[in-house]
Protein backbone atom coordinates (compact mmCIF):
# COMPACT_ATOMS: atom_id res chain seq x y z
CA UNK A 1 0.00 0.00 0.00
CA UNK A 2 1.75 2.88 -1.03
CA UNK A 3 0.73 6.87 0.74
CA UNK A 4 1.39 9.17 -1.92
CA UNK A 5 0.82 11.77 0.82
CA UNK A 6 -2.79 11.44 0.76
CA UNK A 7 -3.21 9.58 4.03
CA UNK A 8 -2.57 11.17 7.50
CA UNK A 9 0.45 9.30 9.25
CA UNK A 10 1.45 8.65 12.75
CA UNK A 11 5.08 8.70 13.01
CA UNK A 12 7.73 9.34 16.21
CA UNK A 13 10.89 10.62 17.03
CA UNK A 14 12.41 8.25 19.65
CA UNK A 15 15.90 9.01 20.43
CA UNK A 16 17.83 7.58 23.16
CA UNK A 17 19.29 10.21 25.28
CA UNK A 18 22.54 9.21 25.88
CA UNK A 19 24.32 12.13 24.54
CA UNK A 20 23.84 15.06 22.38
CA UNK A 21 21.71 15.10 19.47
CA UNK A 22 23.77 14.72 16.37
CA UNK A 23 23.01 15.81 12.84
CA UNK A 24 22.13 12.32 11.79
CA UNK A 25 19.49 11.90 14.36
CA UNK A 26 18.30 15.57 13.61
CA UNK A 27 17.72 14.24 9.57
CA UNK A 28 15.92 11.68 10.95
CA UNK A 29 13.36 13.62 13.34
CA UNK A 30 13.42 16.20 10.09
CA UNK A 31 11.98 13.56 7.51
CA UNK A 32 9.31 12.43 10.33
CA UNK A 33 8.28 15.72 10.84
CA UNK A 34 7.88 16.41 7.07
CA UNK A 35 6.18 13.25 6.55
CA UNK A 36 3.33 13.99 8.92
CA UNK A 37 3.00 17.70 8.27
CA UNK A 38 3.10 16.29 4.23
CA UNK A 39 -0.05 14.07 5.30
CA UNK A 40 -1.88 15.97 7.72
CA UNK A 41 -0.57 13.59 10.62
CA UNK A 42 0.84 13.22 13.92
CA UNK A 43 4.56 13.61 14.69
CA UNK A 44 5.51 12.23 18.10
CA UNK A 45 8.56 12.18 20.40
CA UNK A 46 9.11 9.17 22.69
CA UNK A 47 11.93 8.78 25.04
CA UNK A 48 13.70 5.35 24.77
CA UNK A 49 15.35 5.65 28.04
CA UNK A 50 16.01 2.23 29.12
CA UNK A 51 19.24 1.73 29.36
CA UNK A 52 19.85 3.22 32.21
CA UNK A 53 23.62 2.65 32.14
CA UNK A 54 24.01 4.93 29.36
CA UNK A 55 21.28 7.40 30.42
CA UNK A 56 22.75 11.02 30.34
CA UNK A 57 20.33 13.76 32.37
CA UNK A 58 21.30 16.58 30.13
CA UNK A 59 20.82 14.85 26.85
CA UNK A 60 16.82 14.93 26.93
CA UNK A 61 17.33 18.78 27.28
CA UNK A 62 19.57 18.98 24.14
CA UNK A 63 17.54 16.40 22.05
CA UNK A 64 14.59 19.16 22.30
CA UNK A 65 16.15 21.79 22.21
CA UNK A 66 17.87 20.83 19.04
CA UNK A 67 14.26 19.75 17.70
CA UNK A 68 12.94 23.29 18.52
CA UNK A 69 16.34 24.85 16.79
CA UNK A 70 15.05 23.49 13.69
CA UNK A 71 11.43 24.23 13.41
CA UNK A 72 10.15 20.47 14.73
CA UNK A 73 7.51 20.55 16.70
CA UNK A 74 6.12 17.47 18.52
CA UNK A 75 2.15 17.16 18.09
CA UNK A 76 2.20 14.70 21.31
CA UNK A 77 5.64 14.11 23.65
CA UNK A 78 7.06 13.80 26.88
CA UNK A 79 6.59 17.71 27.87
CA UNK A 80 3.14 18.13 26.13
CA UNK A 81 1.67 14.49 26.48
CA UNK A 82 -0.91 12.96 24.34
CA UNK A 83 -3.25 10.52 24.22
CA UNK A 84 -0.76 7.72 24.88
CA UNK A 85 1.09 9.36 27.65
CA UNK A 86 3.28 8.60 29.05
CA UNK A 87 6.08 8.93 26.38
CA UNK A 88 9.10 7.75 28.19
CA UNK A 89 9.64 4.51 28.30
CA UNK A 90 11.22 4.01 31.72
CA UNK A 91 7.45 5.03 33.00
CA UNK A 92 6.12 2.74 31.16
CA UNK A 93 7.62 -0.38 32.34
CA UNK A 94 4.48 -1.91 33.50
CA UNK A 95 3.02 -2.39 30.14
CA UNK A 96 6.37 -4.09 28.97
CA UNK A 97 6.34 -6.58 31.88
CA UNK A 98 2.84 -7.15 30.81
CA UNK A 99 3.71 -7.86 27.08
CA UNK A 100 6.32 -9.71 27.96
CA UNK A 101 4.58 -12.11 29.85
CA UNK A 102 2.02 -12.51 27.71
CA UNK A 103 4.24 -13.38 25.04
CA UNK A 104 5.16 -16.58 27.43
CA UNK A 105 1.44 -17.63 27.48
CA UNK A 106 1.44 -17.39 23.98
CA UNK A 107 4.74 -19.69 23.59
CA UNK A 108 6.79 -17.32 21.74
CA UNK A 109 8.99 -16.22 25.20
CA UNK A 110 10.17 -17.81 27.86
CA UNK A 111 12.23 -17.49 30.92
CA UNK A 112 15.75 -17.52 31.20
CA UNK A 113 17.32 -17.97 34.50
CA UNK A 114 21.20 -17.82 33.12
CA UNK A 115 23.64 -15.37 35.63
CA UNK A 116 25.91 -12.89 34.17
CA UNK A 117 28.37 -15.32 35.03
CA UNK A 118 27.44 -18.59 33.59
CA UNK A 119 26.54 -16.20 30.37
CA UNK A 120 30.20 -15.19 30.32
CA UNK A 121 31.62 -18.73 30.64
CA UNK A 122 29.47 -19.86 28.05
CA UNK A 123 30.60 -17.36 25.47
CA UNK A 124 34.36 -18.06 26.72
CA UNK A 125 33.55 -21.98 26.01
CA UNK A 126 32.33 -20.90 22.95
CA UNK A 127 35.12 -18.71 21.64
CA UNK A 128 37.31 -21.37 22.95
CA UNK A 129 35.85 -23.93 20.72
CA UNK A 130 35.90 -21.61 17.78
CA UNK A 131 31.93 -21.29 17.71
CA UNK A 132 30.28 -17.93 17.53
CA UNK A 133 29.07 -16.67 20.25
CA UNK A 134 25.44 -16.11 21.27
CA UNK A 135 22.56 -17.78 23.83
CA UNK A 136 23.10 -21.20 23.65
CA UNK A 137 19.15 -21.55 24.68
CA UNK A 138 19.73 -23.24 27.62
CA UNK A 139 16.61 -22.35 29.67
CA UNK A 140 14.43 -22.44 26.41
CA UNK A 141 13.74 -26.28 27.13
CA UNK A 142 13.49 -25.93 30.82
CA UNK A 143 10.27 -28.35 32.44
CA UNK A 144 7.38 -26.83 33.82
CA UNK A 145 8.99 -27.93 36.98
CA UNK A 146 12.26 -26.83 36.42
CA UNK A 147 11.02 -23.72 35.99
CA UNK A 148 8.53 -23.55 38.71
CA UNK A 149 11.62 -24.68 40.79
CA UNK A 150 13.53 -21.74 40.37
CA UNK A 151 11.02 -19.58 40.95
CA UNK A 152 10.28 -21.18 44.12
CA UNK A 153 13.79 -20.58 45.31
CA UNK A 154 13.06 -16.76 43.91
CA UNK A 155 15.95 -16.60 40.93
CA UNK A 156 15.88 -13.67 39.08
CA UNK A 157 14.96 -14.11 35.48
CA UNK A 158 14.88 -12.22 31.80
CA UNK A 159 12.23 -13.08 29.34
CA UNK A 160 13.56 -14.06 25.80
CA UNK A 161 12.12 -14.24 22.83
CA UNK A 162 11.59 -17.58 21.01
CA UNK A 163 12.73 -17.40 17.43
CA UNK A 164 11.80 -19.93 15.64
CA UNK A 165 14.07 -22.32 14.90
CA UNK A 166 13.76 -23.27 10.89
CA UNK A 167 12.38 -21.16 7.93
CA UNK A 168 12.51 -17.73 6.85
CA UNK A 169 11.85 -14.25 8.08
CA UNK A 170 10.45 -11.93 5.85
CA UNK A 171 10.15 -8.37 5.98
CA UNK A 172 9.99 -4.98 4.30
CA UNK A 173 11.43 -1.93 4.25
CA UNK A 174 10.01 1.24 1.78
CA UNK A 175 13.28 1.59 0.34
CA UNK A 176 14.73 -1.19 -0.37
CA UNK A 177 11.96 -3.38 -0.94
CA UNK A 178 11.52 -7.26 0.27
CA UNK A 179 14.58 -8.96 2.87
CA UNK A 180 14.97 -12.65 3.84
CA UNK A 181 16.73 -13.58 6.41
CA UNK A 182 17.13 -17.17 7.37
CA UNK A 183 15.69 -17.72 11.10
CA UNK A 184 18.49 -20.09 12.36
CA UNK A 185 20.69 -16.15 11.79
CA UNK A 186 18.40 -15.25 14.35
CA UNK A 187 19.05 -14.71 18.25
CA UNK A 188 16.81 -15.63 20.85
CA UNK A 189 16.64 -11.57 22.21
CA UNK A 190 16.32 -10.73 25.45
CA UNK A 191 13.04 -8.54 25.77
CA UNK A 192 12.50 -8.02 29.48
CA UNK A 193 16.11 -8.09 31.42
CA UNK A 194 16.05 -9.41 35.33
CA UNK A 195 15.78 -5.86 36.67
CA UNK A 196 12.63 -5.71 35.19
CA UNK A 197 13.40 -3.01 32.54
CA UNK A 198 12.77 -4.00 28.60
CA UNK A 199 15.34 -3.74 25.93
CA UNK A 200 14.84 -1.66 22.93
CA UNK A 201 13.45 -4.79 20.73
CA UNK A 202 10.62 -4.62 23.27
CA UNK A 203 10.04 -1.48 24.39
CA UNK A 204 9.59 -0.12 20.90
CA UNK A 205 7.97 -2.51 18.85
CA UNK A 206 5.40 -2.26 22.16
CA UNK A 207 4.89 1.22 21.83
CA UNK A 208 5.28 1.60 18.20
CA UNK A 209 1.72 -0.80 18.07
CA UNK A 210 0.05 1.07 21.23
CA UNK A 211 0.82 4.28 20.04
CA UNK A 212 -0.64 3.50 16.75
CA UNK A 213 2.30 4.12 14.75
CA UNK A 214 2.59 3.93 10.74
CA UNK A 215 5.45 4.11 9.40
CA UNK A 216 8.85 4.06 11.99
CA UNK A 217 12.17 5.80 10.33
CA UNK A 218 15.32 4.96 11.45
CA UNK A 219 18.79 5.10 10.23
CA UNK A 220 20.05 1.88 8.27
CA UNK A 221 22.18 0.66 10.93
CA UNK A 222 18.46 -0.84 13.04
CA UNK A 223 18.53 -2.51 9.57
CA UNK A 224 19.36 -5.57 11.07
CA UNK A 225 17.12 -5.75 13.79
CA UNK A 226 14.53 -5.60 11.86
CA UNK A 227 13.55 -9.50 10.90
CA UNK A 228 13.67 -9.88 15.26
CA UNK A 229 11.35 -6.87 15.25
CA UNK A 230 9.44 -8.62 12.62
CA UNK A 231 9.17 -11.78 14.94
CA UNK A 232 7.92 -9.62 17.67
CA UNK A 233 4.98 -8.08 16.39
CA UNK A 234 3.94 -11.42 14.38
CA UNK A 235 3.88 -13.11 17.21
CA UNK A 236 1.51 -10.45 19.05
CA UNK A 237 -0.53 -10.60 15.89
CA UNK A 238 -0.30 -7.06 15.34
CA UNK A 239 0.48 -5.15 11.84
CA UNK A 240 4.27 -4.14 11.30
CA UNK A 241 3.77 -0.55 10.48
CA UNK A 242 6.17 0.54 6.96
CA UNK A 243 9.83 0.01 8.14
CA UNK A 244 12.11 3.28 6.47
CA UNK A 245 15.27 2.97 7.27
CA UNK A 246 17.18 5.98 6.27
CA UNK A 247 20.43 5.88 4.61
CA UNK A 248 23.80 6.52 6.70
CA UNK A 249 25.18 10.09 6.62
CA UNK A 250 29.26 9.49 6.35
CA UNK A 251 32.24 11.95 7.64
CA UNK A 252 33.54 14.14 4.99
CA UNK A 253 36.30 11.87 4.14
CA UNK A 254 33.38 9.97 2.85
CA UNK A 255 34.67 6.77 4.42
CA UNK A 256 33.16 5.93 7.98
CA UNK A 257 29.86 6.72 9.30
CA UNK A 258 29.57 10.64 10.47
CA UNK A 259 30.75 10.23 14.25
CA UNK A 260 29.30 12.04 17.04
CA UNK A 261 32.59 14.53 17.66
CA UNK A 262 33.85 16.99 15.43
CA UNK A 263 36.19 15.71 13.07
CA UNK A 264 39.63 17.93 11.85
CA UNK A 265 39.92 16.64 8.16
CA UNK A 266 43.38 18.31 6.31
CA UNK A 267 43.45 20.92 8.80
CA UNK A 268 39.42 21.94 8.81
CA UNK A 269 36.65 21.32 11.32
CA UNK A 270 33.63 19.49 10.63
CA UNK A 271 31.07 19.79 13.11
CA UNK A 272 28.82 16.68 14.23
CA UNK A 273 26.44 17.82 16.82
CA UNK A 274 23.56 20.15 16.44
CA UNK A 275 24.10 22.52 18.98
CA UNK A 276 27.76 22.99 17.58
CA UNK A 277 26.11 23.75 14.30
CA UNK A 278 23.57 26.70 16.67
CA UNK A 279 26.89 27.87 18.05
CA UNK A 280 28.87 28.70 14.84
CA UNK A 281 26.16 30.43 13.45
CA UNK A 282 24.02 28.18 10.92
CA UNK A 283 20.75 29.78 10.68
CA UNK A 284 18.00 27.10 11.39
CA UNK A 285 16.47 28.02 7.66
CA UNK A 286 19.71 26.96 6.40
CA UNK A 287 20.43 23.79 7.99
CA UNK A 288 15.95 23.17 7.48
CA UNK A 289 16.59 23.89 3.78
CA UNK A 290 20.20 22.05 3.60
CA UNK A 291 19.21 18.38 5.93
CA UNK A 292 16.43 18.00 3.65
CA UNK A 293 18.21 17.49 0.35
CA UNK A 294 20.52 15.21 2.37
CA UNK A 295 19.02 11.59 1.35
CA UNK A 296 15.99 13.23 -0.68
CA UNK A 297 15.94 15.62 -2.99
CA UNK A 298 14.08 18.36 -3.41
CA UNK A 299 14.28 19.38 -7.15
CA UNK A 300 17.35 18.96 -8.84
CA UNK A 301 17.39 22.42 -10.49
CA UNK A 302 15.97 24.11 -7.36
CA UNK A 303 18.60 24.30 -4.44
CA UNK A 304 16.76 27.22 -2.25
CA UNK A 305 13.31 26.33 -0.63
CA UNK A 306 10.71 27.30 2.05
CA UNK A 307 9.72 24.74 4.25
CA UNK A 308 6.38 25.33 2.96
CA UNK A 309 7.55 24.09 -0.42
CA UNK A 310 9.48 20.96 1.44
CA UNK A 311 6.43 20.02 2.80
CA UNK A 312 4.37 20.27 -0.07
CA UNK A 313 6.45 17.82 -2.15
CA UNK A 314 8.26 15.33 0.36
CA UNK A 315 7.58 12.23 -0.05
CA UNK A 316 9.17 8.86 1.81
CA UNK A 317 9.44 6.77 -1.26
CA UNK A 318 11.66 8.72 -2.99
CA UNK A 319 14.83 8.95 -0.47
CA UNK A 320 17.92 7.49 -1.82
CA UNK A 321 18.98 4.95 0.46
CA UNK A 322 22.69 4.95 -0.39
CA UNK A 323 25.36 6.38 1.99
CA UNK A 324 26.92 9.71 1.02
CA UNK A 325 28.99 12.24 2.81
CA UNK A 326 27.73 15.97 4.08
CA UNK A 327 28.13 18.28 1.16
CA UNK A 328 29.64 20.92 4.00
CA UNK A 329 30.67 23.46 1.87
CA UNK A 330 26.88 23.69 0.74
CA UNK A 331 25.42 24.25 3.90
CA UNK A 332 27.92 27.47 3.95
CA UNK A 333 26.96 28.55 0.81
CA UNK A 334 23.20 28.19 1.92
CA UNK A 335 23.73 29.62 5.14
CA UNK A 336 25.37 32.87 3.47
CA UNK A 337 22.44 33.32 1.28
CA UNK A 338 20.61 32.60 4.24
CA UNK A 339 22.16 35.28 5.66
CA UNK A 340 21.91 37.73 3.10
CA UNK A 341 18.42 37.06 2.94
CA UNK A 342 17.41 38.33 6.42
CA UNK A 343 16.75 42.16 6.87
CA UNK A 344 19.66 44.48 8.72
CA UNK A 345 17.27 44.34 11.87
CA UNK A 346 16.74 40.66 11.95
CA UNK A 347 20.71 40.35 10.92
CA UNK A 348 21.35 42.33 14.31
CA UNK A 349 19.00 40.50 16.31
CA UNK A 350 20.47 37.24 15.35
CA UNK A 351 24.21 38.08 15.60
CA UNK A 352 23.63 40.19 19.11
CA UNK A 353 24.06 37.05 21.06
CA UNK A 354 27.08 35.61 18.98
CA UNK A 355 29.26 39.20 19.55
CA UNK A 356 27.66 39.73 22.60
CA UNK A 357 29.84 36.15 23.39
CA UNK A 358 32.81 35.95 21.37
CA UNK A 359 33.27 40.47 22.09
CA UNK A 360 32.51 40.14 25.75
CA UNK A 361 30.31 43.15 25.44
CA UNK A 362 26.39 43.74 26.25
CA UNK A 363 23.88 43.92 23.96
CA UNK A 364 23.71 47.54 25.38
CA UNK A 365 27.06 48.18 25.33
CA UNK A 366 27.08 46.93 21.45
CA UNK A 367 23.95 49.10 20.20
CA UNK A 368 24.96 52.15 21.71
CA UNK A 369 26.26 54.50 19.30
CA UNK A 370 24.64 52.89 16.04
CA UNK A 371 27.86 50.95 14.43
CA UNK A 372 26.27 48.22 14.12
CA UNK A 373 23.36 49.76 12.15
CA UNK A 374 26.19 51.07 9.88
CA UNK A 375 28.13 48.18 9.74
CA UNK A 376 25.94 45.17 9.96
CA UNK A 377 24.38 45.43 6.03
CA UNK A 378 27.91 46.22 4.45
CA UNK A 379 29.13 42.78 6.09
CA UNK A 380 26.02 41.17 5.42
CA UNK A 381 27.20 39.97 1.73
CA UNK A 382 30.48 38.89 3.59
CA UNK A 383 29.61 36.46 6.29
CA UNK A 384 28.50 32.51 5.84
CA UNK A 385 28.16 32.14 9.74
CA UNK A 386 27.00 34.37 11.97
CA UNK A 387 30.29 33.51 14.05
CA UNK A 388 32.13 35.38 11.73
CA UNK A 389 30.82 38.67 12.31
CA UNK A 390 32.86 39.56 15.60
CA UNK A 391 36.35 39.13 13.41
CA UNK A 392 35.13 41.70 11.05
CA UNK A 393 33.41 43.94 13.92
CA UNK A 394 35.98 43.58 16.81
CA UNK A 395 38.18 46.75 15.85
CA UNK A 396 34.76 48.84 15.84
CA UNK A 397 34.28 48.26 19.79
CA UNK A 398 37.74 49.35 21.32
CA UNK A 399 39.22 52.28 22.37
CA UNK A 400 42.00 54.24 20.64
CA UNK A 401 44.13 53.18 22.84
CA UNK A 402 43.31 49.26 22.61
CA UNK A 403 44.05 49.34 19.01
CA UNK A 404 47.30 47.27 17.87
CA UNK A 405 49.12 48.71 15.59
CA UNK A 406 52.02 46.05 15.99
CA UNK A 407 52.48 45.65 12.33
CA UNK A 408 53.55 49.03 11.47
CA UNK A 409 53.38 48.33 7.44
CA UNK A 410 49.82 48.16 7.69
CA UNK A 411 49.67 51.90 7.74
CA UNK A 412 52.21 52.34 4.97
CA UNK A 413 50.73 53.26 2.03
CA UNK A 414 51.26 51.41 -1.42
CA UNK A 415 55.02 52.65 -2.94
CA UNK A 416 54.66 54.84 -0.43
CA UNK A 417 57.54 55.42 2.68
CA UNK A 418 56.84 55.73 6.41
CA UNK A 419 56.95 59.67 6.10
CA UNK A 420 54.82 60.02 3.10
CA UNK A 421 52.28 57.81 4.85
CA UNK A 422 52.61 59.38 8.04
CA UNK A 423 52.33 62.79 6.37
CA UNK A 424 48.50 61.44 4.62
CA UNK A 425 47.41 60.14 7.91
CA UNK A 426 48.08 63.59 9.83
CA UNK A 427 45.66 65.12 6.44
CA UNK A 428 43.05 62.22 6.87
CA UNK A 429 42.95 62.84 10.19
CA UNK A 430 42.90 66.83 9.26
CA UNK A 431 40.16 66.50 6.99
CA UNK A 432 37.90 63.78 9.18
CA UNK A 433 38.03 66.40 11.63
CA UNK A 434 36.16 69.05 9.99
CA UNK A 435 34.11 67.04 6.76
CA UNK A 436 30.27 68.13 6.68
CA UNK A 437 27.82 65.82 7.12
CA UNK A 438 30.10 62.73 8.40
CA UNK A 439 28.91 60.29 6.48
CA UNK A 440 30.56 57.46 4.05
CA UNK A 441 29.97 59.03 1.11
CA UNK A 442 31.26 62.49 2.10
CA UNK A 443 34.09 61.07 3.58
CA UNK A 444 34.34 59.04 0.26
CA UNK A 445 34.45 62.16 -2.04
CA UNK A 446 36.50 64.26 -0.17
CA UNK A 447 39.38 61.54 0.21
CA UNK A 448 39.35 61.11 -3.37
CA UNK A 449 39.65 64.37 -4.11
CA UNK A 450 42.64 64.74 -1.57
CA UNK A 451 44.43 61.87 -2.92
CA UNK A 452 44.34 63.41 -6.06
CA UNK A 453 46.01 66.64 -4.55
CA UNK A 454 48.67 64.52 -2.81
CA UNK A 455 48.93 62.97 -6.18
CA UNK A 456 49.18 59.32 -4.89
CA UNK A 457 46.82 56.95 -5.96
CA UNK A 458 43.31 56.58 -3.87
CA UNK A 459 44.73 53.01 -2.80
CA UNK A 460 47.72 54.32 -1.45
CA UNK A 461 46.39 56.59 0.67
CA UNK A 462 43.51 54.61 1.78
CA UNK A 463 45.51 51.61 2.81
CA UNK A 464 47.01 53.52 5.92
CA UNK A 465 43.67 54.75 6.86
CA UNK A 466 42.27 51.24 6.97
CA UNK A 467 45.02 50.69 8.92
CA UNK A 468 44.70 53.11 11.23
CA UNK A 469 40.80 52.65 11.69
CA UNK A 470 40.63 49.18 11.89
CA UNK A 471 44.51 47.65 12.86
CA UNK A 472 43.48 45.08 9.89
CA UNK A 473 44.46 44.97 5.91
CA UNK A 474 41.01 43.34 5.46
CA UNK A 475 37.96 45.01 7.14
CA UNK A 476 34.65 46.08 6.29
CA UNK A 477 34.34 49.19 3.71
CA UNK A 478 36.53 52.10 4.83
CA UNK A 479 34.13 54.80 4.50
CA UNK A 480 31.42 53.18 6.57
CA UNK A 481 33.37 51.87 8.86
CA UNK A 482 34.69 55.47 9.60
CA UNK A 483 31.08 56.40 9.63
CA UNK A 484 30.31 54.25 12.24
CA UNK A 485 33.20 54.69 14.20
CA UNK A 486 32.40 58.61 14.53
CA UNK A 487 34.55 61.61 13.71
CA UNK A 488 36.09 61.78 17.21
CA UNK A 489 37.64 57.95 17.65
CA UNK A 490 38.46 58.33 13.96
CA UNK A 491 40.66 60.95 14.12
CA UNK A 492 42.01 59.89 17.44
CA UNK A 493 42.85 56.66 15.99
CA UNK A 494 44.15 57.86 12.64
CA UNK A 495 46.30 60.33 14.82
CA UNK A 496 47.86 58.30 16.90
CA UNK A 497 48.63 55.75 13.96
CA UNK A 498 50.78 58.76 12.43
CA UNK A 499 52.30 59.37 15.60
CA UNK A 500 53.90 55.53 15.60
CA UNK A 501 55.01 55.73 11.99
CA UNK A 502 56.90 59.33 13.06
CA UNK A 503 58.28 57.92 15.83
CA UNK A 504 59.95 54.95 13.90
CA UNK A 505 61.47 56.91 11.61
CA UNK A 506 62.56 59.59 13.93
CA UNK A 507 64.45 56.71 15.55
CA UNK A 508 65.67 55.31 12.23
CA UNK A 509 67.05 58.79 11.67
CA UNK A 510 68.78 59.34 15.23
N1 LIG B 1 16.15 4.55 20.55
C1 LIG B 1 16.69 4.28 19.26
C2 LIG B 1 17.86 5.23 19.02
O1 LIG B 1 18.41 5.70 19.92
C3 LIG B 1 15.62 4.51 18.24
C4 LIG B 1 15.63 3.62 17.09
C5 LIG B 1 14.26 3.68 16.45
O2 LIG B 1 13.93 4.74 15.96
O3 LIG B 1 13.57 2.69 16.49
O4 LIG B 1 18.24 5.52 17.93
Redesign the pocket.
Known amino acids: MTNNGDTPVRV?????P?GQLHLG?LR?ALFDWLWARRTDGQFILRI?DTDRRRFDPESLESLMRGLKWLGLDWDEGPDIGGPFAPYVQSERQEIYREKAHSLIELGHAYRCFCTPEQLESMRDEQRRSGKPTGYDRRCRNLTEDEIQERMDKGLPYAIRFAVPLEGVTVFNDLLRGEIAVENRDLRDEILLKADGMPT?HLA?MVDDHLMQITH????EE?LSTAPIHKRIVDAFGWDMPVLVHLPVILDPSGKGKMSKRKKQVAGKEFLALVHEFESAGYLPDAMFNFLTNVGWNYDPDQEVFSREEAIAKFQLNEINPSAAALPYEKLDWLNGLYIRSLTPAALKAALLPFLSRQLGMSSAELNAGGKLDILIPVIQERIKRLDEAASWLDWAFLDSDQMCYDNPKLLIGRKLDAAKSAELLRAGALLLGRVQPFSGDTIQEEFRAKAEEFGVKAGSFFGPIRGAISGKKVSPPLFESIEALGREEAVQRIERAASILEEQFAEVET
Open positions: RFAPSTGTEYAVLRGW
